[in-house]
């Protein structure tokens, strides 16, 4: 399509899309014509979301309130996306949570909010839409990892933890979609200007740091030695949902200022 709009007639679902990377995500596929249910857990951020959206891209939206690491309301959302926008062709699993705590004071509840919110929230929303794009025998899987699902730092085992069962839930996805029209990937990206990473430079505040310290210190394991933009990430994802992409499956697209090649 010659407009630019190359994802219209395409539904998108993106969880954890009320704010942040999920929210520069929603405005990027929008921006290319797809339709987009934005999912999270806060009814008023999300409709004010979705609203937004569909008047600066004229498209569909719709706002599905569910925590998703609840089955059967993840189960519930989905049922609502349908009956609202009809099958989803592009789901963005972005919604999830850090913890940054040493390995001693991992708690079982950490370790535990963890994995469910980022693993098994993405667990569940794909089971929501993978039927239908095998079907379809067209389908865009994106999961929003992190360069700690590619490698370790310190104090953040659970969520290491969690994020590399990301990544190999996306490869073992991928080989087994790889001939159903659909790619799986992952997209890893680095410290990104968000309130997760201002909860990690917060911390560094607390524990006795400056702002510009903290700030130094989150932004010198990357080389391009600043945060990362939402819309940097959001524009990774746009590329995988092009034409241009459908030979692109089972891959971590580091967005990350140069950190983990
Ligand atoms: P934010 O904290 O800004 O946003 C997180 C989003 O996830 C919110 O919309 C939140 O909505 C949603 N969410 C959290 N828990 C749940 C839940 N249980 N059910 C449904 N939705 C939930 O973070 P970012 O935008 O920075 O993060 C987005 C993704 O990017 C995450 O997966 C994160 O791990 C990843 N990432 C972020 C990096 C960063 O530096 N910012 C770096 C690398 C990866 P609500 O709380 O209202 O439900």
Redesign the pocket.
């Known amino acids: 399509m010659s407009d630019g709009r190359h994802l219209a007639g395409n539904l998108a679902v993106v969880?954890?899309?009320?704010?942040?990377?999920?929210a520069a995500i929603a405005e990027a596929l929008a921006e290319l014509g797809a339709g987009v249910a934005v999912?999270?857990?806060?009814a008023d951020?999300l409709r004010g979301r979705a609203a937004s959206i569909a008047e600066a891209h004229g498209v569909r939206t719709h706002a599905a309130v569910?925590?998703?690491?609840d089955e059967v309301a993840v189960q519930h959302a989905f049922s609502d996306i349908r009956a609202a926008l009809g099958e989803v062709h592009i789901l963005v699993n972005?919604?999830?949570?850090?913890a940054g705590v040493a390995f001693g004071d991992t708690t079982r509840e950490v370790w535990d909010r963890m994995l469910a919110?980022?693993l098994t929230?993405t667990f569940h929303c794909t089971q929501q839409v993978v039927p239908a794009m095998q079907a379809a025998k067209w389908g865009r899987i994106i999961n929003?990892?992190?360069?700690?699902g590619q490698k370790g730092y310190s104090h953040t085992a659970a969520y290491c933890a969690a994020?590399h069962g990301v990544v190999g839930l996306t490869r073992a996805l991928a080989m087994e979609t790889a001939r159903q029209g659909i790619t799986v990937n992952a997209v890893?990206?680095?410290?990104?200007d968000?309130?997760?990473?201002r909860s990690?430079i917060d911390n560094l505040v607390r524990a006795g740091r400056t702002e510009d310290d903290a700030l130094r210190a989150i932004t010198r394991v990357m080389p391009i030695d600043r945060l990362?933009r939402?819309e940097e990430v959001a524009s990774a994802v746009a590329w995988l949902c092009a034409p241009g992409a459908a030979a692109v499956t089972g891959q971590c697209i580091g967005v990350a200022g140069g950190e983990v090649m």
């Open positions: 969880t954890g899309g009320g704010r942040g990377i999920g999912l999270g857990r806060d951020e569910c925590d998703v690491t972005n919604a999830g949570q850090s919110v980022n929230g929003i990892a992190s360069t700690a994020k890893c990206p680095g410290y990104t968000t309130d997760m990473a990690a990362i939402p």
